[in-house]
């Protein structure tokens, strides 16, 4: 993203502030009643201090991003750009590499989403607005206005579209519950969460945050509790270096609104633990070193999770909460910036469903 990291990806960052609280800065008394609580787990153990648990390239996709799991946690969903492609597609494929399928061929493709069941996916493109040539997810100041949400079966078929307007529609997910989804739209005339049907209707605004750009967001498992982040939009337009981001909390319903992170950095890309209160999200350490860390709803603790000084990000686990799977430069060539998709095992973590 131009705002966050020194390579050129098409791939959206659904997940991009000053650190501020926002119930000062946005006047919000909800943000101080917070998200309900969910019990603690076992302490989690990471590797010794300044290692990493193991980790393994998945071979065979290529230059890809942001990938997320299958309801089984056989498969990935994400974008990737293979021999051939002219821009970044949906891809699926198994964990190990295997049964690599591009879901659609037309336009730019963005961020993607298993259904609950497994049996549908769903998908942000731009394939219906041939006019949208080369659309620049990774910039928030230029975002494709006409990028739409779709849905289709595993193997790209019976493709069904939700959206159809003039603004930017992204960044989706889908509900634990199977019965609706959660996306960033600019449809109100900036960036907000809305929810929605599975088939697109009955579109509701979830958050209200008046000089601040809400994204990147997901369910954890009580199908109530959303993890998002946050930048000030006067950051962004100034092109800031380094743009601050926030990690904050809020309920379905659009109450009570919850700051997790307090520092003036960047905390980006944040994505639920399926033990119900653990989430992983990428802070970036001086000079401009993108690593993943734990956090927890119910503490300020936050544990390491990569070591590297390469890119490190777009974070999710594994519904059994064995595998971190995360993009990375750590073997491009010099200078070229190609990203991997990685696997880590952080099965020790005893983060999975409790």
């Known amino acids: 993203m131009n705002l966050l990291v020194n390579f050129r990806s098409r791939v959206r960052l659904r997940h991009a502030g000053i650190a501020l609280s926002v119930a000062s800065a946005l006047g919000l008394l909800a943000a101080s009643r917070g998200a309900a609580q969910a019990p603690s787990a076992e302490k989690p153990v990471a590797a010794a201090e300044g290692q990493e648990l193991p980790v393994h390239r998945i071979p065979n996709l290529g230059a890809g991003a942001e990938f997320y799991f299958s309801p089984d946690g056989t498969h990935i969903i994400g974008n990737a750009k293979r021999d051939g492609d002219t821009s970044y597609h949906v891809y699926t494929l198994a964990i190990d590499g295997t049964d690599i399928r591009r879901i659609n061929d037309k336009g730019d493709d963005a961020c993607s989403f298993y259904f609950p069941d497994g049996k549908r996916i769903i998908w942000t493109s731009s394939k219906d607005h041939p006019e949208l040539t080369n659309s620049n ?5 230029d975002y494709p206005e006409g990028a739409e949400l779709y849905t289709s079966n595993l193997d790209g078929s019976d493709v069904k579209r939700l959206t159809n307007n003039s603004v930017y529609d992204a960044e989706v997910s889908v509900a634990p519950n199977g019965k609706w989804i959660l996306f960033g739209s600019e449809r109100s005339g900036k960036m907000e969460l809305w929810k929605a049907g599975i088939d697109g209707s009955n579109p509701v605004q979830i958050t209200h945050l008046d000089g601040w750009e809400p994204g990147g967001s997901f369910l ?31 309920q379905a319903d659009g109450t009570g609104l919850k700051q997790l992170t307090h520092d003036d950095g960047t905390n980006w890309s944040p994505f639920p633990a399926p033990d119900g209160h653990h989430y992983v999200f990428v802070k970036v350490l001086p000079p401009h ?28 686990i594994s519904p059994d909460g064995h595998w971190l799977i995360f993009t990375s430069t750590r073997d491009s060539t010099p200078g070229s910036h190609t990203t991997g998709v990685y696997l880590e095992d952080i099965s020790s973590l005893h983060i999975g469903p409790q």
């Open 289 to 316: 070193n993108y690593e993943i860390f734990l956090g927890d709803l119910n503490s300020e603790k936050q544990v390491r999770l990569t070591y590297n000084d390469a890119f490190d990000g777009y974070p999710s």
């Open 137 to 141: 997810y990774s910039n928030p100041s």
């Open 220 to 250: 954890f498992r009580d199908g109530k509790t959303i993890i998002f982040r946050a930048w000030r939009s006067e950051d962004a337009k100034a092109n800031k270096k380094g743009l601050p981001m926030t990690l904050y909390t809020i």
